[in-house]
């Protein structure tokens, strides 16, 4: 039977990519689609730690007039009610699953405790990681980041609607190249905006490779985490 090259995982869905084709809110056939694929890798015994953006529902960088720091809340509150509609379709799979977020909502989900979702993982529940850091100007990227470096995940997957790295948008641009390797130094010195800033110089510090796919082709999931070379890899460590 064919194994599994990682053990314990960090999946990154943006909000966006949860809407599917939609610019707004959640899709139900992307929803049950994404919980399709993290059932399937974690029977293979696949540890899955789970960060979810909150873009199809509201982002902080586009309300211009409004205090930073709330708008940046307000956000955080939108990745809970995702990361509470993926507990949803993943439960209603029969896989157990943990909502930590990092501001107290003690009635919807657990606080995040670093411990107690490393047991999880270990008893084989999908923990979601809800709210961000719990603090504002931080983007869950930094929190993908932050969280894989505190529970030892050996990789970050970031699930996007584009199918990897590019030299510019391939939505805009029919022409964008397509990167297969890079390390963090090329990703920060070419301003590709893989993921922010801050995010990428902690997993280049930490070493946390990262690997960008695209999301709405089924499967891929179980594809990347059984090693197949699909999106974009980038390197924990500069060459």
Known sequence: MQKPVYKRIILKISGEALAGDKSY?????????????????????VEVAVVVGGGNIWRGRSAS??????????????????????????????????????????????????????????????????????????????????RAAEIDAEVI????????????????????????????IEVLNKGLGVMDSTATSLCMDNKIPLIVFGINVKG??????????IGTFVKGESK
């Open 65 to 146: 007039d409004m205090d930073r720091a709330t708008a940046d809340y307000m956000g955080m509150l939108a990745t809970v009610i995702n990361s509470l509609a993926l507990q949803d379709a993943l439960e209603k799979r029969n896989v157990p699953t943990r909502v930590q977020t990092a501001i107290e909502m003690r009635q919807i989900a657990e606080p995040y405790i670093r411990r107690r979702a490393i047991r999880h993982l270990e008893k084989g529940r999908v923990v979601i990681f809800a709210g961000g850091t719990g603090n504002p100007f931080f983007s869950t990227d930094t929190a993908a980041a932050l």
């Open 157 to 184: 997957l970031l699930a996007k609607r584009v199918d990897g790295v590019y030299d510019s948008d391939p939505e805009k641009n029919p022409g964008a190249k397509k990167f297969t390797d890079l390390n963090y």
């Open 25 to 45: 809110g959640i899709d139900p056939d992307t929803l049950n689609s994404i919980s399709y694929q993290i059932k399937e890798i974690t029977d293979y015994g």
């Open 220 to 229: 891929n999931i179980k594809r990347v985490v059984m090693g197949d070379k």
